[in-house]
């Protein structure tokens, strides 16, 4: 997926910042570097490109004034749907033009099984348990 990448869309680390945000939610940048495991030197400069867009937005977190938290903007929430909406046509177009419908079949069971594994694994400490 990241060689089909569209040169004029979102650079993969900014869509992974958009992801997590919208996933997580509002969060500062010290925090976004250390769960994408970057320099909070990175992303700061990460943010402030996207904030440049108007894909993010920057405000003062309400229970701790010293802290800057970073959110989606609707512009950012549309631009990653955007990308998501991309890389979800491109698997389904190179799964139906480069897999044989037995592996397709196999490539199904194998969905299922991982999404069972992944609701199993709040229970204990062992996925699917």
């Known amino acids: 997926m990241r060689a089909e990448r569209d040169e004029t869309a979102l650079s993969l680390r900014k869509v992974v910042v958009l992801g997590r945000l919208d996933r997580t939610g509002p969060a500062g940048v010290s925090d976004l570097a250390a769960g994408e495991g ?11 490109a996207l904030a440049d867009a108007g894909l993010v937005e920057r405000r003062p977190d309400p229970t701790d004034g010293r802290r800057v938290l970073v959110d989606l903007t609707p512009a950012g929430r549309a631009a990653l749907e955007a990308d998501r909406g991309r890389r979800i046509d491109w698997l389904a177009s190179a799964i139906e033009r480069d897999l044989s419908r037995r592996e397709q079949d196999v ?9 069972r594994l992944t609701e199993g694994s709040g229970r204990s400490g062992r996925p699917g348990r």
């Open 107 to 115: 490539l199904a069971e194998a969905a299922m099984l991982l999404a």
């Open 38 to 48: 970057v320099r909070p030197q990175s992303m700061a400069a990460t943010v402030a």
